[in-house]
């Protein structure tokens, strides 16, 4: 029996990844920029991500036995009800300790990752799927499927703040949109701080090309899994709103536009021409605009940038007006004519509806025809020009 343990408590504290968690890194990875290795990241002195898959997989297979179970059950309806009941399991505190020390062999690392996930009343953000160990007093209430379906890594980097820790002093997404612009043949300069006007400005990129002047304002944040989440990456956009508003206030002025071209060392003429856009790492808020600041994501803006294609298995289409990039095709772009509002346009609505009492509620969900969107596309844009032998489609 002992050897059976052993074996038993060795598949969960191996460090092998199996084929869920590298897809769960994947999803983490998605918006990401730069090079960080999240596998071996760590949250605290005692747990790392590798420490937080590990945990996650010995709910699986709690939460993969419990779904066996119940397959057993035919009636469809008693099945339900069972797994609204049966799969959520009180465990004593003391218990939970004992499972994990077969894993991990350290009672600090057990009692940090409970910590890590245990929710109480008087937890500040009561969401399971960022704590999902209900602490009752002496027990736990556990929903073994949700540790296991949730991104624990994600959230818990979230959950405790650690996203400045993780992207760093300099910030790979404004590292990375300077690049692109570099190449696309823009004069800029990334996290520049001046006064002008009585105010103190630190621009995240300012840029110039071809007479016009760009001022973006970066902000890197997760895809949110939540309204909470959705909330915060709104407060993001709308802090960049408010600095875009006093940059645009300022550097239309040509005397104020002088000064910060001769702070920057450009030698070039004020211009009428000055645009400014929220650049973001995920894709919940692209497309919008709040008070004439569009709002883009930044791999989109990077491939207008730099390959300006569409890239589709028969053929490419050119999101450049000409065969090279200009700055008027960054204008255009900023614009409200982009990628994003011909699909909005093309969603085929389907709504689902539910009689309460004398009213309805409305659910509208939207489905992609991919003939119509394909269709838009080609209307839209140019046929691209082969790519060189050597660029990577």
Known sequence: MLRFFDVFSSFFSDDKM??????????????????????????????????????????????????????????????????????????????????????????????????????????????????????????????????????????????????????????PMVEAVADALREAGFTLEIGFKLRAGGLDFELDIVAWRDGHLFFIECKNAYHPCSSHEMRNSYGHIEEAEEQLDKRRQIFTEPHHQKALFQKLGWAVEPTAHVHTAIVIANRVFHGARLNGHPVRQAHELINLLTRGRIVGAERSLSLWGGETFHAEDLVTYLSDELLIAKILRVLDTCDVSYSMGYRRLIFSSYALDLAKARAVMEASYPVAAPPPEDEDT
């Open 18 to 171: 199996f084929r869920e968690e590298v897809e769960r890194l994947l999803f983490l990875d998605v918006n990401r920029f730069g090079s960080n290795d999240l596998l071996s990241a760590e949250i605290n002195a005692d747990v790392t991500t590798a420490d937080i898959f590990r945990l996650q997989r010995y709910f699986t297979v709690l939460s993969v036995a419990y779904q066996r179970q119940l397959e057993h059950v035919e009636d469809k309806a008693e099945r339900l009800m069972l797994t609204f009941t049966s799969t959520v399991f009180v465990l004593p505190h003391d218990t939970l300790v004992m499972h994990l020390m077969l894993i991990f062999k350290s009672e600090p690392k057990v009692h940090a990752l409970i910590k890590l996930f245990r929710m109480t009343i008087d937890t500040d953000h009561l969401d399971l799927q960022y704590r999902p160990l209900i602490d009752v007093g002496s027990h736990y209430v556990i929903a073994p499927h949700l540790l296991a379906a949730s991104n624990l890594v994600r959230n818990t980097i979230v959950s405790n703040k650690l996203r400045a820790r993780e992207i760093g002093e300099v910030d």
